[in-house]
């Protein structure tokens, strides 16, 4: 029972460690000066998501991956509740954000497994609302390749994500 609840707290541990380091990464300043992801609730969420997907296709499931997760929706509660967001409402505004969150999720693993021109078509729809599949877009995804194999030699120990990106 003791070696149940330590490993809960280890995996919790880890999990918020890893989630500080992608919020950090999430919201650096040039994914919305540089790349004009728009700076609001939406796109930072995008933002968070989009290297939420980086971390967690290289965890491939296990402790890490739970406890990163865990933490992340811990994260969108406390922001819901920041913003106002009562009890009542709470649990249909995760359902949605949940269901956004792992929507993304499918589609940027597929367009990654399809090529870089695909990883940018499905950036260009979540990160720029449909917009059309430009340098920005592009960069992001080549950015999304170099940081993959950049964490993919680092996690889960450190959280690596490699440079930031370039135009």
């Known amino acids: 029972m003791l070696n ?6 280890v995996r919790k541990q880890d999990g918020r460690r890893l989630y500080d380091g992608l919020v950090i990464r999430a919201r650096e300043p040039v994914f919305f000066a540089v790349f004009g992801v ?4 939406d796109g930072r969420f995008d933002m968070l998501v989009f290297h939420a997907w980086l971390v967690l296709a290289e965890l491939r ?3 890490a991956a739970q406890g990163l997760t865990d933490a992340i929706f811990t ?16 649990g249909h505004k995760l359902k949605k954000m949940a269901d956004a969150f792992y929507g993304r999720m499918t589609a940027y693993q597929a367009a990654y497994d399809a090529g870089e021109a695909e ?4 950036l260009a729809k ?3 609302r449909g917009g059309a599949v430009d340098d920005r877009a592009r ?3 080549g950015y999304a390749r170099g940081t993959r194999e950049s964490l993919a030699r680092t996690l889960p120990e450190t959280l690596d ?3 930031l990106p370039t135009i």
């Open 119 to 122: 990883l940018a078509a499905a």
């Open 126 to 128: 979540n990160l720029y």
């Open 161 to 163: 994500f490699g440079p």
């Open 61 to 63: 499931g296990g402790d």
């Open 38 to 41: 728009a700076d609001t609730i």
């Open 75 to 90: 994260g969108f509660d406390s922001a819901m509740r920041e913003q106002g967001a009562g009890d009542m409402g709470i």
């Open 139 to 141: 960069s992001l995804a």
């Open 4 to 9: 149940l609840l330590r490993k809960s707290a």
